[in-house]
């Protein structure tokens, strides 16, 4: 998908104005903490996808989608007031699942030190099963040096 530098620019004007949006004069109850991650418009500047996260439980994410929901109107028709496009694109909300990503990678880091730890801890008491070095060096105990035994032949 190629991202044209008009559609980038009306995607940043249309975040500036949603967040204003949701700070200032949505005064739903379901509203809960949101912040606008991104707006991603499609090339021909029909369709607006916004995406949001929301700080709090399943329930307060819930509320926030159906406080959008209603408020969609509200917001679409502030956008083509305050952009002054012809067509005013059609506004899709999307929970951002970003946050909840990086937070299972944290996890994920996390369990991995945890685990490197344990590694090096038991490494420190740890000794050779045989000998130190398993392999022989100098000469066998057919008095040959390392010498390379002849390839077979078919």
Do not use: C, W
């Amino acid at each position: 998908m190629v991202d044209h530098p008009r559609a980038r620019k009306l995607a940043d004007r249309i975040q500036v104005i949603v967040a204003q949006m949701l700070d200032t004069r949505i005064k739903d109850p379901r509203l809960g903490f949101v912040t606008v991650t991104d707006v991603r418009v499609t090339g021909d500047l029909q369709n607006a996808s916004v995406f949001y996260t929301v700080m709090g439980d399943e329930e307060s994410r819930a509320g926030t989608a159906a406080a959008l929901e209603s408020a969609k109107g509200m917001i679409r028709s502030e956008v083509g007031k305050q952009t002054g496009i012809r067509l005013t694109p059609t506004l899709e909300f999307h929970l951002d699942s970003v946050p909840e990503i990086a937070e299972k990678f944290g996890e994920a880091l996390l369990e991995a030190r945890r685990r490197d730890a344990e590694l090096v801890a038991l490494r420190e008491n740890a000794t050779y099963a045989g000998d130190e070095d398993p392999y022989k060096h100098g000469e066998d105990e057919d008095g040959e040096g390392d010498v390379p035994a002849p390839a077979p032949t078919a």
